[in-house]
T-cell receptor, first 112, second 110 residues
Framework: EAQVTQNPRYLITVTGKKLTVTCSQNMNHEYMSWYRQDPGLGLRQIYY???????DKGDVPEGYKVSRKEKRNFPLILESPSPNQTSLYFCASSPGVYYEQYFGPGTRLTVT | EDKVVQSPLSLVVHEGDTVTLNCSYE??????LLWYKQEKKAPTFLFMLTSSGIEKKSGRLSSILDKKELFSILNITATQTGDSAVYLCAVPSGTYKYIFGTGTRLKVLA
């Protein structure tokens, strides 16, 4: 089944404790992206990747890191999480930037 | 600066009504505009509109793209309670970013 998977689905952590949210797709898509969704602000792009080893900042990259060492995986790293990073996070992939995105199920992160 | 603006922010209608959702955009090197539906989970794809495909229809949903006036409309006829959701408009920019509007929250009352 074609899908995007994310783990964990829910995470409660404390300020400053490094964490990684994994994202994997099995559709051989070149474009992958991370978004955060906050009430009233919609989906905002954090980072995107055009292909392996090619990543770039979206609109809200501060406090996040990503890497794309393999085509299928695109982990999101929060090296020192803060409460303002409490949000719902989505990973997505697509054949290219101009096409429909396939979304993972989301990760609800709470930073206390 | 690239931007996508949706209106209205929210809408409450009764079953059977017809609704029109709006999306205006300003992006560099426009190639496509996409509509998604989001219920209590991840967004799901509805339509993609491009220069060569400015009108799409699927059942009770239809969408048009006006490239001259830089907007798109999503129409839903004979609404049902299952249409209740947030509808998102997205436009990829020439800088390879993917820009979403803030969405329109639609509630359909029985």
């Amino acid at each position: 089944e074609a899908q995007v998977t994310q783990n964990p689905r829910y995470l409660i952590t404390v300020t400053g404790k490094k964490l990684t949210v994994t994202c994997s797709q099995n559709m051989n898509h070149e474009y992958m992206s991370w978004y955060r969704q906050d009430p009233g602000l919609g989906l905002r792009q954090i980072y995107y990747s055009m292909n392996v080893e090619v990543t770039d900042k979206g609109d809200v990259p501060e406090g996040y890191k990503v890497s794309r060492k393999e085509k299928r995986n695109f982990p999101l790293i929060l090296e020192s999480p803060s409460p303002n990073q409490t949000s719902l996070y989505f990973c997505a992939s697509s054949p290219g930037v101009y096409y429909e995105q396939y979304f993972g199920p989301g990760t609800r992160l709470t930073v206390t | 600066e690239d931007k996508v603006v949706q209106s209205p922010l929210s809408l409450v209608v009764h079953e059977g009504d017809t609704v029109t959702l709006n999306c205006s955009y300003e992006v560099t090197n426009f190639r496509s505009l996409l509509w998604y539906k989001q219920e209590k989970k991840a967004p799901t794809f509805l339509f993609m509109l491009t220069s060569s495909g400015i009108e799409k229809k699927s059942g009770r949903l239809s969408s048009i793209l006006d490239k001259k006036e830089l907007f798109s409309i999503l129409n839903i006829t004979a609404t049902q309670t299952g249409d209740s959701a947030v509808y998102l408009c997205a436009v990829p920019s020439g800088t390879y970013k993917y820009i979403f509007g803030t969405g329109t929250r639609l509630k359909v009352l029985a």
